[in-house]
């Protein structure tokens, strides 16, 4: 007798059947992998349309003149014909951008004057269709006057880089999402159900420490974890061309963030697991942790588009700081070492609320 | 039924008080369970049986007082302890999303030893539902795989709270059998019950619990006889008295539920 329980057999069985019992479990499935897939299609839509200006032409018009010949090739802009009195209301209500006449000027043939409406209702794109259609009547000229080398010459020089789309953005925030989601919504009604229904304590009867069946736990979500980030990466490189700079190199980068990343979440979501009695008691406390991150981490919109008083808050909140380590990697193109200032401050987080739950743990 | 009682003691019970803040659920228990006997407890709801059972399977410890199972002091060894006996606790669950299979696995590795899971669900008569999960078996099934989980470890003592609660007098009865079968294999067994004749069919000695108190232990046939002595007459003489009759009289005619 007087053996020490071996904990490290415990330990694997508990990360390995705990794990079989998530992959059967509807919630896993739901707020770790349909979830972030939904959404990252819906980003990844998002992105590929391309900003169009589109401007209206009436019927009336001469379609063979040069101007509207221009503005129907031009690529950025979307022509629709209508009646004048038609495409009038559509740019009240910012349907259309601008409202393009070209009439001839009485007498000469080859002279026009060109009357360009825009509308107040949307002033970038007013401000867009005014230098196209304005270089458009500007190239016009030029070629009607026959002018082949003109006096001053223009030439754009086009940096070969990376077209940057909201996917390039949005898909780093998912893989934030869904640990977060596993590390809280998974463990804290995962863990309260086991509570409440006595399985923990019935495991309790058997020589098994409580901190091993911790571990095994959040083993088996760390695993969960691997297969979300993994499956993320893939449909967003294969599906939305989402960019990894270094390749393979990056998506192993973004592993070892990941797993950093879920550790830390798990002590908050240990934290409330040990502190609720109920799923009803759980679940203002999940709302508080996860709603203001999930709106103010630069998860879907950047944390500088925040009004300057958040800023401090949102920029030092734990989701922000992975969401800002996996963007050096993915978007900036970085390295590990890069990240280390961000990991410190997740690691402030995820060590505070370690301690916090090891305070107030209730297994009961 | 074999007597076990010229055996050794298998749990010692000393002076056991059980506080819960002010509330005392258990006060000054203590009793012998002998190698090899099927022991009861009874009493009315609330009376402290679970406590006191809980108590002995080191899951909750006592106020003051002490319990040794097998020669180990159960605050001392609780790994020991836990290693040496078998558990079924009143009401708990298991993963719901695990087979019985994958269950008696887990608690095989949580042991720490090698069991074949088929041969355990063949003992409680579950190997057809080797691959059903805890929440698709009947009440009677459950508690069979619930004592299944129990034999993992070959333990020396199984404890069982309540087994055959909300069950049918058929299911009951199949349960019964089951009990007196791993019994005569040489397991100790400790169980908690409300029913009386149960007690009297089962247990080869039974404490009848009030109030957190023991207030009777002894075969049911000597209390039977103790009760009768004092003059005691049962009001319609098919049998002139059962255990039923000394369990009310032992704890009283109301409901003891506030
Ligand atoms: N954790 C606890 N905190 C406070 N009081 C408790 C706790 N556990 C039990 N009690 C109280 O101790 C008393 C004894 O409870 P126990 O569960 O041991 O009774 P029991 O004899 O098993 O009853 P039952 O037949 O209903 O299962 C009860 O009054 C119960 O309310
Ligand atoms: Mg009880």
């Not at chain 1, 509308?119 to 000229?141: E, H, T």
């Not at chain 1, 922000?320 to 990697?329: D, L």
């Amino acid at each position: 007798m007087k053996r020490k329980p071996n904990q490290f057999r415990a330990f694997l069985a508990i990360t390995y059947y705990a794990f079989k019992a998530q992959t059967r479990n509807k919630s896993t499935f739901f707020f770790g992998f349909l979830f972030p897939l939904v959404f990252i299609s819906i980003f990844g839509l998002i992105g590929n349309a391309n900003p169009k200006v589109t401007i209206g032409i009436p019927s009336s018009s001469n379609m063979q003149n040069q101007v509207i010949q221009n503005v129907k090739q031009s690529p950025a802009i979307t022509t629709v014909v209508s009646d004048n009195q038609t495409l009038l209301s559509q740019i009240k209500q910012g349907k259309i951008d601008g409202l393009l006449n070209v009439t001839s000027n009485q007498g000469a043939n080859t002279s026009y004057a060109t009357t360009l409406t825009t509308s107040a209702s949307n002033p970038q794109n007013a401000a867009v269709v005014q230098l196209l259609v304005k270089g458009i009547v500007d190239q016009s000229n030029v070629e009607i006057s026959g002018i082949t080398t003109p006096q001053i010459s223009f030439t754009i020089t086009k940096i070969t880089g990376r077209q940057s789309r909201y996917i390039d953005f949005a898909l780093p925030g998912m893989i934030g999402f869904s640990l977060l989601s596993t590390a809280i919504f998974g463990v804290v009604f995962g863990l309260i159900f086991l509570k409440k229904q006595l399985v923990i304590k019935r495991m309790f009867a058997t020589p098994m420490l409580p901190l091993t069946f911790l571990f095994g736990q959040g083993m088996s979500r760390l695993i969960i974890a691997i297969f979300q980030t993994i499956l993320i990466l893939v449909v967003g490189v294969y599906v939305f061309h989402f960019y990894l700079p270094h390749g393979f190199e990056t998506f192993m980068d973004l592993m070892i963030l990941s797993v950093f990343g879920l550790v830390a979440f798990l002590g908050f979501g240990y934290f409330m697991a040990g502190l609720a009695n109920d799923e009803n008691s759980a679940n203002p406390m999940i709302n508080l942790v996860t709603l203001p991150q999930f709106l103010l981490s630069g998860t879907f919109f950047p944390t500088s588009s925040l009004p300057s008083w958040v800023q401090p808050i949102a920029t030092n909140l734990p989701l922000s700081y992975f969401n800002e380590a996996v963007r050096k990697i993915t978007t900036e193109g970085g390295s590990l070492h890069d990240t280390i200032p961000y990991l410190l401050g997740l690691s402030v987080w995820g060590i505070l609320m370690y301690v916090l739950a090891a305070k107030t743990f209730k297994w009961e | 039924m074999q007597s076990h009682q010229n055996e050794k003691a298998i749990i010692t019970v000393s002076n056991l008080h059980k506080k819960f803040g002010d509330f005392v659920a258990v006060t000054d228990v203590s009793f012998e369970v002998k190698k090899g006997e099927i022991f009861g407890i009874l009493g009315p709801n609330g009376a402290g049986k679970t406590t006191t059972l809980e108590i002995i399977e080191t899951l909750q410890k006592q106020t003051s007082g002490n319990v040794i199972v097998d020669g180990i002091d159960t605050l001392k060894h609780p790994w020991d302890v836990k290693r040496t006996i078998g558990v079924q606790l009143q009401s708990a669950g298991f993963y719901p999303e695990l087979t019985l299979v994958d269950i008696l696995q887990l608690f095989a590795a949580l042991y720490d030893v090698e069991v074949s899971p088929m041969k355990l669900l063949e003992e409680v008569e579950l190997q057809d539902k080797a691959k059903s999960y805890v929440n698709k078996l009947s009440g009677g099934q459950r508690q069979r795989f619930s004592i299944a989980t129990t034999l993992v470890n070959t333990p020396k003592i199984i404890f069982l709270d309540e087994p055959t609660t909300g069950l049918d007098p058929q299911a009951r009865i199949h349960l019964w059998d089951m009990i007196k079968k791993i019994n005569q294999k040489g397991v100790t067994i400790v169980l908690t019950t409300h029913y009386l004749e149960e007690a009297e069919e089962l247990c080869e000695r039974v404490a009848i619990m009030d109030k957190g108190k023991i207030v009777a232990l002894d075969s049911p046939e000597a209390l039977i006889k103790k009760l009768l002595k004092t003059g005691f007459k049962k009001h319609i003489e098919v049998k002139q008295a059962d255990l039923e009759d000394v369990f009310i009289q032992l704890t009283g005619r109301h409901l003891h539920e506030a």
